[in-house]
């Protein structure tokens, strides 16, 4: 009897109290083929997320109860909910917050008003990201980094340094640019997906937050002003 492959809907997680948005969020992400839990506030929100683990969660950031950057937060502090991935829904007047929540974790964000397409097109790109690792990619073998993309696996002085799968691709992304500068329009490009239609805000704070990880070694990631970034072995 031949074998059948099965293809597993991956699960999202719509955390937003405005109901014709949520619908509009849910039907659109059902028709792309995912399957689609709702919650109207952040209390509740946070107790679907650690029931139903979604592999990605739409978070606004307005919301009754608990407040979507407390709830960020919380997912981001816990070892269960951690590595599930977040889009925020935010204000255009919000830009400070749309900053602190991508330094606690928020893989990207969207700001009200919003295309659905685009919305679709983004978290295609970060599921799709979170299941391989960037083409081509080589080991990096330091004295102070090493950096296994088989493995999934960077080690800091001898000590696992844990990434999101985010921050691995950005780092195997400059790691293997062989000293070129790489701009931040390209990094958004590569390591976010060529559907990405964000701003380089975004590739700053990230890196900021990886060379937070890397502790001693984070001088390898250098910032070329009004450029971007390069990755040096010395």
Known sequence: MPYVTIKIMAKILVIEDEKQISEL????LRQAGYFVECAFDGQDGLQKA?????DLIVLDLMLPKIDGMEVCRKLKSESDTKAISIVMLTAKSEEIDRIVGLEMGADDYVTKPFSVRELVLRI???LKRNDTVLPESKKIDL?????DPEQHQV???????ILTHLEFNLLLALANANGRVLTRDLLLNKVWGYDYYGDTRTVDVHVRRLRQKLGV??????????????????
């Open 50 to 54: 650690k029931t139903i683990k979604p």
């Open 124 to 126: 295609k790109a970060i």
């Open 25 to 28: 969020l849910e039907y659109n």
């Open 155 to 161: 080690f800091v002085n001898g000590e696992e340094i």
């Open 217 to 234: 070694a984070c001088d390898h990631i250098r910032t070329i002003r009004g450029t971007g970034y390069r990755f040096v072995t010395e």
């Open 143 to 147: 004295p102070d980094l090493l950096v």
